[in-house]
C-alpha cells in the first residue's frame, strides 16, 4: 500500500494560466476527495467521487474548477484561468465508501 | 450541519507535560469525530477516531481522545510531550456512519518547548 500520491507537489504559476494537479488514490478505495487548505485554516472540502462518478461538489467549486476521475482510479483537478485567491495547498485523500478518509501530502499551488 | 471548534490556535508546552487540545463539537445526532496532525509542508495523518464504540479512544504516539456526550467535547490528550510532537492538530467530524465528507476546525499549532 504507497498511499494517496499527488503530482505535482509544488507549482508556481502566473495569474490566468491554467494548472492541473493528479492524485492517485490508495488502490481499491473507492472514495476520492479534494480539500483545499489556505495558511492557517482547516482543510476545506471541494468535492468528492464514488469510483467515476462526481457524488457532491461544494459551493467554493468555482466554474473554473473542474475534477475528473474517468476510469474510477486516479483524478484529476483542473484550474482554469488562476487567479492569486486560488493560491492554496490542494488536498487529495481517499477511502473505502464509510472508513477512514486517507490523505495525500498535498500540492501547494502559488499563483503570481 | 455538523462542525467542530478547537480552543486555542496556539499552545505551548514544556517537554514532558501534559498536552491538552480541546475540540467541541456541535452535531444534532452523536457524530464521528476525528483528530489529524499536519507536520509543516506535508498532509494530514490521522491520529484516532471516534466511531461510537468506547468513549475512550487511544491513537498512536501516545494521544488518546474522550468523547464526553454531555459536554459535547472529544479533547485530545497526551501525558508527556516529546519535541517531535510540535506540529498542528486538527479536530473533524463526519455524520454517523462515516458520511461522505469531513469539517474540520481551524486547527491548533502545538509548540514544544525545551
Known amino acids: 500500500d504507497t498511499g494517496v500520491s499527488q503530482d505535482p507537489r509544488h507549482k508556481i504559476t502566473k495569474r490566468g494560466q491554467n494548472v492541473t494537479f493528479r492524485c492517485d488514490p490508495i488502490?481499491?478505495?473507492?472514495?476520492l476527495y479534494w480539500y483545499r487548505q489556505t495558511l492557517g485554516q482547516g482543510p476545506e472540502f471541494l468535492t468528492y467521487f464514488q469510483n467515476e462518478a462526481q457524488l457532491e461538489k461544494s459551493r467554493l467549486l468555482s466554474d473554473r474548477f473542474s475534477a475528473e476521475r474517468p476510469k474510477g482510479s486516479f483524478s484529476t483537478l483542473e484550474i482554469q484561468r488562476t487567479e492569486q485567491g486560488d493560491s492554496a495547498m490542494y488536498l487529495c485523500?481517499?477511502?473505502?465508501?464509510?472508513?477512514?478518509?486517507?490523505f495525500g501530502e498535498g500540492s501547494w499551488l502559488t499563483v503570481v | 450541519a455538523q462542525s467542530v471548534t478547537q480552543l486555542g490556535s496556539h499552545v505551548s508546552v514544556s517537554e514532558g507535560a501534559l498536552v491538552l487540545l480541546r475540540c467541541n463539537y456541535s452535531s444534532s445526532v452523536p457524530p464521528y469525530l476525528f483528530w489529524y496532525v499536519q507536520y509543516p509542508n506535508q498532509g494530514l495523518q490521522l491520529l484516532l477516531k471516534?466511531?461510537?464504540?468506547?468513549?475512550l479512544v487511544k491513537g498512536i504516539n501516545g494521544f488518546e481522545a474522550e468523547f464526553k456526550k454531555s459536554e459535547t467535547s472529544f479533547h485530545l490528550t497526551k501525558p508527556s510531550a516529546h519535541m517531535s510532537d510540535a506540529a498542528e492538530y486538527f479536530c473533524a467530524v463526519t455524520p454517523t456512519g462515516g458520511g461522505n465528507k469531513l469539517t474540520f476546525g481551524t486547527g491548533t499549532q502545538l509548540k514544544v518547548e525545551l
Open positions: 471516534y466511531t461510537s464504540a468506547a468513549t
Open positions: 485523500a481517499s477511502s473505502l465508501a464509510g472508513d477512514t478518509i486517507y
Open positions: 488502490s481499491e478505495h473507492n472514495r
